[in-house]
């Protein structure tokens, strides 16, 4: 079955640590992106990325790094710099920039203690 | 960014239609209307979308009031699976570049469904 896949569903960390969310897909779709969600509220972007070997910020990427060496995998690193890290961290794809759907994986809630 | 507002919150009983309502007086000509939907602790899942037309899917209808400031996501018959958070979202389809294509999540309107 072709979809998006994001572990672990809960991880845990100390404060200050770094800390790295993995997202794969495999629908082989060019752009991919990140998304928080704190309670209550809608999604805020992160980071987003077009192509292989290419990414962009979005509306609130300080605190967050991205890499993407491969088309199916797009990794979240949240360091140590981001204030208010505890939150449902939301990846998603869609075929590409300009297509209209996007799809979402089932999201890592984020704590930390 | 053109912006979307929505009721917070709406009740329906099931098997009945749903009407749930979104204006957006700012629209741009090359904005397309999307609605997502979110199940509790799960990620969002795309329902429909249109420019100018009514669209419809097995999922749902989309009607787009005439003017294009408002639209309306309809469900025909409610089931207790469909309360979720439902969000209406514009994206400008004028631009395949940089961040003007990307969604612009709200707050949404949370859907409650009673037997």
């Known amino acids: 079955d072709g979809g998006i896949t994001q572990s672990p569903k809960y991880l845990f960390r100390k404060e200050g640590q770094n800390v790295t969310l993995s997202c794969e897909q495999n629908?082989?779709?060019?752009?991919m992106y990140w998304y928080r969600q704190d309670p209550g509220q809608g999604l805020r972007l992160i980071y987003y990325?077009?192509?292989?070997?290419?990414?962009q910020k979005g509306d609130i990427a300080e605190g967050y790094s991205v890499s993407r060496e491969k088309k199916e995998s797009f990794p979240l690193t949240v360091t140590s710099a981001q204030k208010n890290p505890t939150a449902f961290y939301l990846c998603?794809?869609?075929?590409?920039?300009?297509?209209?759907?996007?799809?979402f994986g089932p999201g890592t809630r984020l704590t930390v203690l | 960014d053109a912006k979307t507002t929505q009721p917070n919150s709406m009740e329906s009983n099931e098997e009945e239609p749903v009407h749930l309502p979104c204006n957006h007086s700012?629209?741009?000509?090359?904005?397309?209307i999307h609605w997502y939907r979110q199940l509790p602790s799960q990620g969002p899942e795309y329902v429909i979308h249109?420019?100018?037309s009514n669209v419809n899917n097995r999922m749902a209808s989309l009607a787009i009031a005439e003017d294009r400031k408002s639209s309306t996501l309809i469900l025909h018959r409610a089931t207790l699976r469909d309360a979720a958070v439902y969000y209406c979202?514009?994206?400008?389809?004028?631009?395949?570049?940089?961040?003007?294509?990307?969604?612009?999540f709200g707050k949404g309107t949370k859907l409650s469904v009673k037997p």
């Open positions: 629908l082989n779709h060019d752009a």
């Open positions: 249109g420019l100018t």
């Open positions: 979202i514009l994206r400008d389809g004028g631009y395949y570049g940089g961040s003007q294509g990307n969604l612009i």
């Open positions: 998603a794809s869609t075929l590409a920039v300009s297509y209209n759907e996007q799809f």
């Open positions: 700012t629209i741009s000509g090359t904005d397309y």
């Open positions: 990325s077009q192509i292989v070997n290419d990414f």
